[in-house]
Every structure is written in structure tokens, then in C-alpha cells.
């Protein structure tokens, strides 16, 4: 999968991160290049020079590429001076007068998706601290690029064509299952573009069995979440779950809609929700 614009971003914001949290004055990474097994190093912050702007890091080659090829945190207190690693980047790493480094890989479904690096231009130990630092903002990275895959598969999955042009009844709890883990993944989006194209398919979705939201009942967005939950067969603690709520405030929000739709019992809040077209 090719790195898009908003993956950098994700690696650009963690190293800024890194940096502010353990005071490294180095720091740089990239992402893995489509269908190449090497690392481009794109993001830097602390350089004073160009050496490593746009190197390619092989798998196994150097500490980045020793830390892709096995798919876990490698680090060395005197870069030039490692025996556990081959020295194909001594150059650009000397260029710029690094000695320890620490080297994290970004893992995603079992696959390297880019490298995180922190330096120091001395030769000691990075501490535990510091190597922590560096392993959360890996973690950082993995999880927005993991909620960023989901979201688009989401997306993917959820344009088969109009619900009439197939089985109605499979078809039918398929759309419906699809819209409420949308509606679950939506608060965890901060991709503004991202955001907006799981917003308009929710509708998409919520079209194919009417034509989207009709009549005077308006319901907050929250309240969608929740409802949409529940249609799913959710339970009060486990759309909380889902949804990065609590309970109590799940049921606020429950006792709102229910309230808006004019229904007496969870149930009926679906029924009239779906009549509504606020649900599939």
C-alpha cells in the first residue's frame, strides 16, 4: 500500500513527540516504500545536515533495516562501533555525527509500515526511558494507521450497489452491521477528509433502506452512535465499549433519542430511527 499524505503526517506528529518527551536532539523516520521491502526516510527534526534526508534503508541492512527485518526495537550506544549490525549507512549517520540510536518499527498487521529513530550524538545509553518513548510513539503510529486501514475498508465494504440489486434479508444485516461499526469508528477518526468520507457513506447507508433522515425528529450525532449500536444488538456497557463512553452516558443519550422518536422501549427507538432514515 502506497504511503499517503496523511500516514506522513502521522509520522511527522510522533516524532515530534518523541523528541518533546525524552529531549533527544535527533530524530527522524519514513515509511516503508510500495512493494520495496526499504524504509524512506522522510521526517527529520534536530539534523544539521541533509545526509540522511531521503535515504533508502534496506531490510536488514543497518540498524533501521536489522529493526524491519526482525520486526522489533533495535539500538546501539556507538553507531560505527556495533558489531550486531552491517555498516552500509556508516556515512550519512557519521555525516550527521550520530552515535546511539535507538531504531522502532512501525508493525501493522504483522507488516513493517516505517521505522521511528531517536540519536544521540555521544556515545552512552539511550535509558529505559528513553527507549520507551520511543516504542509508544511506534505504538502511536500503528494504532492511527490501523484505524485508518479499517475505516477505508469499512468504506470499501459498504458500497455493493443499491441494497435492491441484492438478497434483501442477508444483504439487509449486512448494511446494517456495517453502519453501526461505522458509527462506532467515527469519534476515533481525526482525519478531517477521512471524517467526512465515513459520514457521507453512513448516510449512503442509511439511504438504502429509505432516504435518509425525514421529518421533524433531529438527533445528535451521539445519539445516532448509540442507537446504531443497540440495532446491532449492542448492550449498554458494550456500545460504551465501543464507543469510548460510559454506560451511564450511553443511557443519557439512549433516553434522548427515545425520547425525540416518541418510543417507549429500546426497540421501538430503532424501529422509529430506521422509519426516520436516521439507521439502515
Same mark, same amino acid.
Request: hydrophobic letters at 50%.
Given at each position: 500500500m502506497a504511503a499517503d499524505a496523511a500516514d506522513v503526517v502521522e509520522?511527522?506528529?510522533?516524532?515530534?513527540?518523541?523528541?518533546?518527551?525524552t529531549g533527544l536532539p535527533v530524530v527522524f523516520g519514513g515509511l516503508m516504500e510500495s512493494g520495496r521491502r526499504r524504509v524512506r526516510i522522510s521526517e527529520l527534526s534536530g539534523t544539521a545536515t541533509a545526509a540522511l534526508s531521503s535515504l533508502a534503508v534496506t531490510s536488514g541492512s543497518g540498524l533501521g533495516g536489522?529493526?524491519?527485518?526482525?520486526?522489533?526495537?533495535?539500538?546501539?550506544t556507538d553507531y560505527s562501533a556495533a558489531r550486531?549490525?552491517?555498516?552500509e549507512y556508516d556515512a550519512p549517520v557519521a555525516a550527521e555525527g550520530l552515535r546511539s540510536v535507538v531504531a522502532v518499527p512501525v508493525v501493522v498487521r504483522r507488516r513493517v509500515r516505517g521505522v521511528l529513530y531517536g540519536a544521540l550524538r555521544a556515545a552512552q545509553p539511550l535509558g529505559d526511558r528513553t527507549l520507551s518513548a520511543a516504542v509508544e510513539a511506534a505504538r502511536d503510529v500503528e494504532q492511527a494507521l490501523l484505524l485508518r486501514e479499517e475505516a477505508r475498508e469499512l468504506v470499501t465494504a459498504a458500497r455493493p450497489g443499491p441494497l435492491r440489486e441484492v438478497a434483501a434479508g442477508a444483504a439487509r444485516e449486512q448494511v446494517r452491521e456495517a453502519h453501526a461499526a461505522l458509527r462506532a469508528l467515527l469519534p476515533r477518526v481525526t482525519d +478531517?477528509?477521512?471524517r467526512t468520507e465515513l459520514?457521507?457513506?453512513? =448516510?449512503?447507508?442509511? *439511504? %438504502?433502506?429509505?432516504?435518509?433522515?425525514?421529518?421533524g425528529v433531529r438527533l445528535a450525532p451521539r445519539e445516532v452512535d448509540v442507537l446504531a449500536c443497540v440495532a446491532d444488538g449492542a448492550t449498554n456497557a458494550a456500545a460504551a465499549e465501543r464507543l469510548g463512553l460510559r454506560a451511564e452516558t450511553v443511557? +443519557?443519550?439512549l433516553r434522548s433519542a427515545m425520547?425525540?422518536?416518541? =418510543?417507549?422501549?429500546? *426497540? %421501538?427507538?430503532?424501529?422509529?430511527?430506521?422509519?426516520?432514515?436516521?439507521?439502515?
Open positions: 509520522i511527522r506528529s510522533a516524532l515530534v513527540r518523541l523528541r518533546r518527551a536489522k529493526a524491519v527485518a526482525l520486526a522489533r526495537p533495535c539500538a546501539v550486531h549490525i552491517s555498516h +478531517a477528509s477521512l459520514l457521507d457513506v453512513c =448516510a449512503l447507508l442509511a *439511504g %438504502e433502506t429509505g432516504c435518509g433522515p425525514v421529518g443511557k +443519557a443519550y425520547r425525540k422518536l416518541g =418510543a417507549r422501549t429500546r *426497540g %421501538e427507538a430503532v424501529v422509529a430511527a430506521r422509519r426516520a432514515g436516521w439507521l439502515p
